[in-house]
């Protein structure tokens, strides 16, 4: 058959951050090859699916992927080979059950999914398909909004900002194409007003400025808005701002501690009434982990205030799981979530967690890492799902922009059927 797997090789290789990662090959019986890796994150929920490393400090200061790229060698490739790649619910399956684990610690999430990922996207070649069109089937041709980082601070840069990610989502854009000049023109703008004011124009983890703001957080987005109008776009109409603070990583003895900004310790009903003052003062559309990813009580006061002015996404509290997915949505915890196929560690289970949002009408974001390579997996996987947005970094850095430009490949392969916008 076909389809059927014949072998399944791994690789430790480079991420984006320079540490290891796991790379996966999947080989086919009718001679299709095809490969993936996996990213990692920074700023990782406590409920994640495992990462596993090696330990060994003489090795990458213990972030060797040794012992996963050999599980996937010896167990993973016994149990899968011969079995058909295009039945990626028993591929995954039969993983998930091999590791035996609640969070996939034994094997480890990077190993599961760098399987997972290559098994779809050899199974999408021998369909003769596109992955996204493999993966969505014939009515994918949605191209999300991105939601495109271009301040970092936290976990992801030594700046003088709490919170982790400033984005601007050009949600006036007529096509991605289109959505993709605002965003590098305002980027571009936004190095220049930088570098006016004689800030830093040198860039975090995902590609954003990573300056020393006198004015902290509030300038960054006062910042970016003048950016938006010095690029000629109209802020909240062409292009509007969405946060991901990433609370959980300034959250300590019961506080906010916004300490590098200087504006001290706020309870989570002080977070959220400066989320309310914010929303008011600029063109604010989406906020991601505004609180702390054990502040269920306080996710759903933030919901319940300001759930129906703006999107409140959740991404630690969720970590893509169904479960957490589940409580979220009974317990009207956020409105939509966000997707990394990373935190829960197979292709099968994530989609389980879109289904989920779109049951209850929320939303959902496809996200990266952190910590990237030069797959681009997650774009043909946004565009397969639908959901209408991606988030995957800022105008530069090559592991981010691959994401953007397979984004381009897919539009243009669509051509008039292509479909854009949240
Ligand atoms: P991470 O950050 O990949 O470092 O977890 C991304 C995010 O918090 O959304
Ligand atoms: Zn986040």
């Known amino acids: 058959m076909k389809t059927r797997i014949q072998s399944i090789n791994a690789l430790e290789v480079l991420d984006s951050r320079g540490f290891p990662t796991v790379r996966v090959n999947v080989a086919l019986e009718g001679g299709i090859i095809a490969s993936s890796s996996v990213p990692s994150g920074a700023s990782t929920g406590e409920n994640e699916a495992t990462e596993l490393r090696d330990g060994d ?27 058909d790649a295009s039945e990626q619910a028993n591929i995954d399956g039969t993983m998930i059950e091999l590791d035996g684990t609640e969070n996939k610690s034994r094997l480890g999430a990077n ?36 939601m495109m980082n ?80 010095k690029a000629g776009y109209k802020p909240g109409e062409d292009i509007a701002i969405a946060l991901d603070p990433a609370a959980s990583s300034f959250f300590e003895n019961d506080q906010y501690s916004l300490t590098r900004s200087g504006q001290g310790n706020k309870t989570s009903a002080g977070m959220i009434d400066l989320f309310a003052a914010w929303i008011d003062r600029f063109p604010i559309i989406s906020i991601e982990d505004g609180l702390a990813e054990n502040d269920w009580d306080g996710f759903a006061a933030m919901t319940a205030r300001m759930g129906n002015r703006i999107q409140i996404v959740g991404d630690d509290i969720l970590v893509t799981n169904p479960k957490f997915v589940a409580r979220g949505i009974a317990e009207k915890a956020c409105n939509a979530a966000l997707i990394k196929l990373n935190q829960i560690g197979t292709v099968s289970e994530t989609i389980d967690a879109i289904h989920l949002c779109r049951k209850a009408g929320w939303g959902f974001v496809i996200s990266h890492r952190s910590g990237e390579t030069e797959d681009a997996f997650m774009a043909d996987f946004a565009v397969a799902m639908g ?36």
């Not at 900002?161 to 571009?188: K, N």
Request: with cysteine; proline share 4%; glycine share 14%.
């Open 57 to 83: 400090p003489a090795r990458y200061g213990g972030k060797g992927v040794r012992q996963a790229v050999k599980n996937v060698q010896t167990e993973i490739a016994k149990a899968l080979c011969g079995l």
């Open 111 to 146: 190993a599961i999914l760098g399987v997972s990922q290559a098994v779809a996207r050899a199974a999408a070649q021998a369909a003769g398909l596109p992955l996204y069109a493999y993966l969505g089937g014939a009515g994918a041709k949605h191209l999300p909004v991105p």
């Open 150 to 229: 271009v301040l970092n601070g936290g976990k992801h840069a030594d700046s003088s900002l709490d919170f982790q990610e400033f984005m601007i989502m050009p949600v006036g854009a007529p096509s991605l194409a289109e959505a993709l000049r605002y965003g590098a023109e305002t980027f571009q703008a936004l190095k220049k007003i930088l570098h006016g004011k004689g800030y830093a124009t040198s860039v975090g983890d995902e590609g954003g400025f990573a300056p020393q703001l006198k004015g902290g957080n509030e300038e960054a987005c006062e910042l970016i808005v003048g950016a938006i109008e």
């Open 387 to 422: 959901g209408g947005q991606i988030k995957t970094g800022s105008m530069c850095r090559s592991e981010r922009i691959a994401k953007y430009n397979r984004l381009l490949e897919i539009e243009a392969e669509l051509g008039k059927a292509a479909r854009f916008g949240a």
